[in-house]
């Protein structure tokens, strides 16, 4: 069992920033794949970003390449989504979600992928 917590959501102007921390902690031994997905009013769960257990591999949705960075202090448990020039349409409510793995290079892009997920935190990028 992990427990997810995510934090750092916000309202924010567009062209704003934001970074949000996501806290994993239960099974200390293990290797975490991390990442990232927003849920908008009346949408899917839609993928964000990910990050393999060693950093070395990240994954972004083309929606925010070149906008957000994911990163991740395996010291602390936590990961972080560093999110630069925010739009209205980036509005949603952001869940981290952690999945056990045995490869650090390793990350998922879907929903089915991840174990764990948080309680989500919103991001509300107004006009």
């Known amino acids: 069992q992990v427990h997810v917590v995510e934090s750092g959501g916000g309202l924010v102007q567009a062209g704003g920033s934001l970074r949000l921390s996501c806290a994993a902690s239960g099974r200390a031994t293990s290797m975490y794949a991390m990442g990232w997905f927003r849920q908008g009013p009346g949408k899917e769960r839609e993928f964000v970003s990910a990050?393999?257990?060693?950093?070395?591999?990240?994954d972004y949705a083309d929606s925010v390449k070149g906008r957000f960075t994911i990163s991740r202090d395996n010291a602390e448990n936590t990961v972080y989504l560093q999110m630069n020039s925010l739009k209205p349409e980036d509005t949603a409510v952001y869940y981290c979600a952690a999945a056990i793995t045995i490869f650090s290079s390793t990350y998922f892009v879907s929903v089915q992928e991840y174990q764990y997920w948080g309680q989500g935190t919103q991001v509300t990028v107004s006009s």
């Open positions: 990050i393999s257990w060693s950093g070395r591999s990240t």
